[in-house]
């Protein structure tokens, strides 16, 4: 069976619904394909235990769709997943949505101008563009311990917790303390009879200035929407006002880690915990944290930090570098995610064969955060130097959205076949990303993280402001592309 679309999107999560609105404001027939029996990506598999967003509610929505009744600042993982479900309803996208549909394979045909997507149901997919909204927090990066095998405990991943394991009375080890650990600490320490944390390097973690909104301004917002609009940029302006010290000048970071480190100090009580704990790296280097309990929960005697990974797992026991054996029920991973694991589970050709794992051998990469040189027709939503860590990713999100429907639009103007970007133009843009990462708090002088990700932009974030993406996605650029002419029509011979 084949179906037959003018854009098809891949992933519905907070990109690929966002792309299906712009895309359904715009009059353009679409489908897209979600692999998940439902629709909201990262929030509908990430469900441990004090999943929430650090980024405040009211920005981390879309400004096309707004939420008057968010509960408190930050919204947890349930009511972001009821958020995504609400506007897919109030857009009428769920027909156009195929749930339980994982795509295995893409395929650019050069003679026909379309691509060719095979799904694991055996359904085939036609269109003549194609979104990539796979997102990049999706294929957990699980650690290969020596004797893993060994293990008679249960073992999973924070991004696919396993529900039906009570862990009352559990002996506990959790593996990384990133976002979702550092989320999860507090929760794991109330139910464990002990809980092990083993932490290669130390978070800063601020306090999250988190209250439950009022009735009143919920009444507010919702009978004068100008008003939560106005309460929206505020947000984002005063994020943006922040991030200058991420992107351009780190050397302002500097005045707040002495008062990190008291804050550290203050509600850490034993010397040799506190320095275990106390960052040794640029305030801003590695994704800032936010949390009130995670520090107070190490203090308690059942909660034991171990620095570095673990060295050997044992049937009950994980072993640490140092030697020293951790009895253990559970074992618990919050190792992050694989950023090209979303597009690689994906076998994606483009002109002449090419397939993009082989064009990112060399490192991770793209033009604006969207396209590819030799894959025609094709946008990553979120792709490489698409997002900010700073700030929402849900404003970069709505300048790509459009950009797309610009650059179809765009296409068909021109009465062309495809648009594809030119080499030139992305190696232009990936020289600016590189000088630009240099002057970050980001960039390898300063230290070591997974944003660098062996890109051959210097790095997967946008290195600058969001304001700025937004304003260069404004307007395709059309001397970047190279656009393939319609097809001339033969005559038929008689």
């Not at 619904?17 to 029996?37: C, H, Y």
């Not at 339980?100 to 060719?116: H, L």
């Not at 004068?224 to 947000?235: D, E, K, N, V």
Request: some cysteine.
């Amino acid at each position: 069976m084949t179906t037959r679309t003018e854009a098809l999107i891949i992933g519905a999560g907070l990109s690929g619904i966002g792309q299906a609105v712009a895309l359904t404001r715009s009059g353009i027939d679409f489908v897209v394909l979600e692999k998940a029996p439902d629709l909201g990506g990262t929030w509908q598999s990430n469900t441990y235990p004090g999943a929430a967003c650090d980024v405040e509610a009211h920005l981390y929505s879309y400004s096309h769709t707004k939420n008057p009744f968010w509960r408190s600042t930050y919204a947890g993982q349930e009511e972001i997943l009821e958020y995504i479900r609400g506007v897919a309803v109030r857009r009428g996208l769920l027909p156009r949505i195929r749930f339980g549909t994982q795509a295995v394979s893409a395929r650019w045909d050069e003679d026909t101008a379309e691509w060719t997507v095979e799904t694991a149901d055996g359904t085939t997919y036609v269109s003549r563009f194609l979104v990539l909204g796979v997102g990049g927090l999706h294929m957990p990066q699980i650690p290969e311990l020596p004797g893993s095998a060994t293990f008679r405990g249960s073992t999973w991943h924070t991004s696919c917790w396993n529900h039906d394991v009570d862990l009352t009375g559990k002996h506990v080890t959790l593996v990384g303390v990133g976002a979702s650990g550092v989320q999860v600490v507090p929760h794991l320490a109330e139910r464990a009879a002990s809980l092990t944390i083993f932490q290669r390097t130390p978070p800063w973690v601020l306090p999250k200035v988190d209250a439950a909104i009022p009735a009143w301004r919920q009444r507010l917002f919702a009978s004068l929407p100008a008003t939560q609009s106005l309460h929206r940029l505020g947000i984002y302006l005063r994020r943006e006002k922040r991030g200058f010290g991420f992107h351009t000048r780190p050397d302002l970071l500097r005045v707040a880690e002495p008062i990190v480190r008291r804050k550290i100090d203050e509600q850490i009580a034993d010397p040799s915990l506190r320095a275990l704990v106390t960052p040794d790296y640029p305030l801003g280097c590695k994704r800032v944290l936010f949390s009130n309990d995670y520090y107070a929960t190490l203090n308690r005697p059942d909660v034991h930090v171990v620095p570095g990974s673990p060295a050997e797992v044992r049937p009950d026991r994980i072993v640490d570098e140092a030697g020293g054996e951790h009895r253990t029920d559970v074992l618990v991973y919050a190792t992050g995610f694989d950023l090209t694991g979303s597009f690689d589970r994906i076998e994606i050709a483009g002109t002449g064969g090419r397939l993009l794992k082989e064009a990112w051998r060399d490192g991770i990469h793209g033009y604006q955060g969207l396209a590819m040189p030799d894959f025609p027709n094709m946008f990553m939503a979120g792709g490489p130097n698409g997002f900010a860590p700073y700030t929402s990713v849900v404003s970069n999100i709505e300048a790509q959205a459009r950009y797309v429907v610009q650059a179809i639009r765009t296409t068909r103007s021109a009465g062309a076949r495809a648009l594809t970007v030119r080499q030139d133009a992305t190696d232009r843009f990936l020289a600016e990303m590189r000088t630009r990462f240099a002057r970050t708090v980001w960039a390898p002088a300063n230290c070591r993280n997974w944003y660098q990700n062996g890109s051959q932009g210097g790095t997967v974030l946008w290195p600058s402001s969001t304001l700025h993406y937004r304003l260069r996605l404004r307007a395709l650029r059309r001397d970047d592309y190279e656009f393939l002419p319609a097809r001339e029509s033969v005559p038929s011979e008689k």
